[in-house]
């Protein structure tokens, strides 16, 4: 089982306050309470850092650094796997009030994928415009579990991937570094590169987890 | 006094308890120079507002987190509190501040500690969400 | 097309003189007094000079109190229907005494526009420098406003 956390945000991030290595080092913090972490993906709000390279940082902790972004629709926010320079090209990731379906459209195009973030969350979520008679045919993955919903978020998100027979992701959507890998999701292969992710996406074989599924042990009380 | 030496990554910071009352958010408004009724203060303006209640001031939630920060580096200062409000802070309801050890650095002969801060409900609902840096003596003695 | 929003751009970065605030010792008491702060560096001043301050210290968050009384421009050209504060960031630099005097700077750091829980918002990012008597920068402050489109 391979554990990768679909969803955080570093200091390129407008209100994220967490570099790339703290979360690394967290994660070792992790490890050392008997947690499973193995790997994370940037989604950076409205941007893709195509020249950033975290290969040398990635090595040094032993944690897959991968990068996708959360970009603002009409319909809410999708996180978008497997950025490509052509994707970049074909849709402006500034636009807040971009056409979601033409997104997800393009980035099929481009060998990429846009999932629906927290789409349970008030106000903003893919639910509330699929209330209001939004139509998404091709929908068949969601985030259904993010480690930043408010309580009936989540639940709300579970309904829609019963509903309709969707999958299901999870992310932490951390902003902050202790708050990093609290929502996972479990492929059943090592994945590699946003390639690998985007296959792996496609294959369909995965499923959403809380950190604490992952640890073997107690947790250790570290309150002093 | 806390050294560097007695942190550690991971290590928790409270949780302390916190109750925001009416009258201590009255107090601090006519001390902050907000006078007359307003969303911090009267159940009516909030609602007017689209609160389910009078909340409390950004800055006076920040105040009793650098309290929980500093009372715990007992001698060390704060370098940084940095906070963002997520959700309406509200009166009398039992609160919780905590924070985590994040980071921890040598710098310029003292120890810089980098701790998220949390202002949570009860069920663990996050209300403010921040990071901070505090500076502590390398060696207590 | 990025959705913008029309604002001021001449404000950009451009320090603004933005008042002047003194600190008094009752009011630093009085700020104690409102969110129970009991340290003694901040509520008796015998106890603050043995520790080798010249009087009371002002508690780290103090600066925050100047904020709504600081002289500024209207940065949006478009009607909000509600302002939240979103973020602030304080940042002592330097002990804050009773007695100080204490001129604000500000600059308009950033605006921009996503949208969240309550629909499309713009965000307005402001910083204040804080300089004592004795032109040292003490403080840093950096609010963050959001308002709803």
């Known amino acids: 089982m391979f554990l990768l956390d679909m969803h955080c945000h570093s200091v390129a991030s407008d209100d994220a306050r967490a570099t790339v290595e703290q979360y690394l080092r967290w994660i070792q913090v992790l490890r050392g309470r008997g947690y499973q972490v193995d790997s994370i993906v940037l989604t950076e709000h409205r941007r893709f850092d195509g020249a950033a390279d975290y290969t040398p940082l990635a090595r040094r902790y032993g944690v897959v650094v991968l990068k996708g972004s959360e970009v603002d629709t009409r319909w809410g926010h999708f996180l978008v796997y497997g950025v490509t320079d052509a994707l970049l090209r074909a849709v402006d990731f500034t636009d807040v009030q971009m056409d979601a379906r033409r997104l997800m459209e393009e980035a099929r195009r481009h060998g990429a994928m846009a999932i629906p973030a927290h789409p349970g969350r008030f106000g903003i979520g893919l639910v509330e415009f699929l209330a209001r008679g939004a139509e998404v045919p091709d929908l068949e993955i969601i985030e259904v579990l993010n480690g930043g919903s408010r309580r009936g978020e989540n639940e709300r998100a579970e309904a829609l991937l019963r509903e309709r027979h969707l999958k299901g992701i999870a992310g932490s959507d951390a902003h902050f570094v202790s708050t990093i890998a609290t929502c996972l999701t479990a492929f059943p292969h090592p994945i590699h590169s946003e390639g690998e992710l985007v296959e792996a996406l496609r294959a369909g074989e995965f499923r959403p987890l809380r950190l604490e599924e992952t640890a073997p042990t107690p947790l250790r009380n570290t309150t002093k | ?141 | 097309m990025a959705t913008q929003v029309e604002f001021n751009r001449s404000l950009l970065g451009q320090p603004l003189p933005a008042g002047t605030f003194t600190v008094s010792k009752e009011g630093i008491l009085a700020f104690c007094r409102a969110v129970g702060e009991t340290n003694p560096l901040y509520t008796d001043e015998e106890w603050a000079r043995r520790q080798g301050h010249p009087t009371l210290l002002a508690p780290p968050t103090y600066p925050n109190l100047f904020i709504r009384h600081l002289g500024r421009p209207e940065v949006l050209s478009v009607p909000v229907r509600q302002r939240m504060h979103a973020g602030q960031a304080v940042e002592p630099l330097r002990p804050i005494y009773a007695g100080d005097t204490l001129s604000a700077t500000t600059r308009l750091k950033d605006v921009y526009t996503k949208t969240g829980r309550t629909g499309t918002m713009a965000f307005i990012v402001w910083e204040t420098t804080f300089t004592n008597q004795r032109g040292e920068e003490v403080a840093r402050v950096r609010e963050s406003f959001m308002a709803r489109l």
């Open chain 2, 1 to 141: 006094m806390r050294s560097f030496a007695d942190v550690h990554l991971g290590d928790t910071i409270g949780p302390v308890e916190h109750t925001f009352t009416t009258e201590g958010v009255r107090a601090f408004c006519t001390l902050w120079g907000q006078t007359g009724e307003s969303r911090f203060t009267s159940e009516e303006v909030a609602r007017r507002e689209g609160l389910p209640g009078p909340i409390v001031p950004g800055i006076m939630s920040m105040a009793v987190l650098s309290r929980l920060l500093t009372d715990w580096a007992d001698g060390g200062s704060l370098r940084l509190l940095d906070v963002i409000f997520r959700q309406p802070v509200p009166h009398h309801q039992p609160l919780r501040l905590v924070g985590t050890v994040t980071d921890l650095r040598p710098e310029g002969g003292q120890g810089v500690v980098e701790v998220d801060v949390f202002l949570e409900r009860a069920d663990g609902e996050r209300l403010v969400t921040g990071k901070a840096l505090l500076a502590v003596p390398l060696d207590a003695g």
